[in-house]
């Protein structure tokens, strides 16, 4: 209660438990600042109480409508992860044909040749990585979820572009009396067509092959994550730019060995006549190129992207990992871009850090 104490502003209290927490993430324990800072510390900490300043001083404000706000919430909602997602919508034709790739594109890639010897092993001995006893009250079936009256074409299209393959019915994978069946949805992607219609991601629910296979680990281990820079200090004179960019369809591209065809069929079926075989045999869609479902995929995909990085000889020292601080020279760089491998989607992120 004294006056030296309780005359303590919250920008200076903030700033305070700022600087004791990073010092203790440091290793330094609970250390405090100097009596007397040096230059460098000085201007860190102007940096750091004017971050304060700003969030602090942000105003609450509410820019829509209690209606708009309700509709925007209504369309999305949590996984038990607490990710939020968007809300699941009845694939149709019509809305999911411009996302997909052309028929030139779709599993033009064999992903067993931009792999190393152990994943190119684990891509051709599908039933090595089944388990022994799949998990307890795992749903082996889930639903595809598409308009009945336009289901035929829409995985004729799926076969067209090289994504699906057709895979007669008694050769599905069956754990004890149960065939795995997997499911599709869609949701949206943001950007509409001209009749209004949103435009459709194709979501593959493969929760039911994934809930009876060991997946590949990959290196994603090495990942980086933007949280890791969030207590990053700039200098005003300092800026850092982030970009991002995608490859086109990158889970639409890479094909993977027939192998793989009866552990990813989905629950939907077509007689022989309908597909114009000449049977009455059943005849199921499966998945041929790598999906985006897959517990697999991310580590597929990174070793790919990473193997892509050296074909178009891009230094391994521009890297940024999850396991190692961002390189002094990058840090110190006056004028510099270098990329760093996210591995998702074959992302590469550029850090472009300079001092004016």
């Known amino acids: 209660m004294q006056p030296h104490f309780a005359g303590v502003d919250e920008v200076r209290v903030w700033t305070a438990l700022s600087v004791m927490a990073l010092n203790a993430v440091a290793g330094h324990g609970r250390a405090i600042l100097q009596k007397a800072p040096s230059k460098v510390q000085k201007r860190a900490l102007a940096a750091m109480r004017a971050g304060v300043k700003r969030m602090l001083g942000r105003p609450v404000e509410l820019m829509r409508s209690p209606g708009e706000a309700e509709k925007e919430l209504s369309e999305r909602f949590l996984s038990y992860t607490g990710e939020e997602v968007p809300k699941m919508q009845v694939l149709r034709l019509e809305q999911a044909l411009p996302a997909l790739p052309p028929e030139t594109h779709g599993g033009s890639i064999d992903a067993r040749n931009l792999v190393g010897e152990g994943t190119k092993w684990f891509l051709e001995n599908a039933e090595a990585s089944l388990l022994s006893e799949p998990p307890k009250d795992v749903k082996l079936q889930a639903k595809v979820h598409v308009d009945p009256s336009e289901a035929l074409q829409l995985f004729r ?73 969030l207590s990053m200090v700039l200098q005003s004179d300092e800026r850092m730019f982030y970009f991002q960019s995608d490859m086109t369809s990158a889970f639409y591209l890479f094909r993977i060995p027939v192998c793989w065809h009866p552990m990813m069929t989905f629950n939907i079926s077509f007689t022989g006549e309908q597909l114009g075989f000449g049977s009455s045999d059943l005849f199921r869609p499966c998945c041929s190129v790598i999906p985006m479902g897959w517990s697999s995929a991310v580590s597929l995909m990174q070793e790919i992207a990473e193997n892509l990085t050296k074909i178009g000889r891009l230094p391994p020292t521009h890297r940024v990992r999850r396991t190692a601080p961002l390189p002094p020279w990058l840090t110190h760089a006056r004028s510099l871009q270098v990329r760093a491998d996210l591995g998702i989607m074959c992302t590469w992120t550029i850090f472009a850090p300079w001092r004016r």
């Open 157 to 229: 299209l799926l076969v067209e572009r090289k994504i699906c393959s057709w895979i007669r019915d008694e050769a599905v994978l069956r754990v004890g009396n149960q065939q795995v069946l997997s499911g599709m949805f869609a949701v949206g992607k943001g950007s509409f067509l001209d009749n209004g219609r949103e435009i459709q991601r194709i979501i593959m629910n493969l929760i039911p092959s994934n809930a009876v296979f060991k997946h590949a680990q990959g290196g994603t281990s090495d990942l980086p994550s933007i949280t890791q820079y």
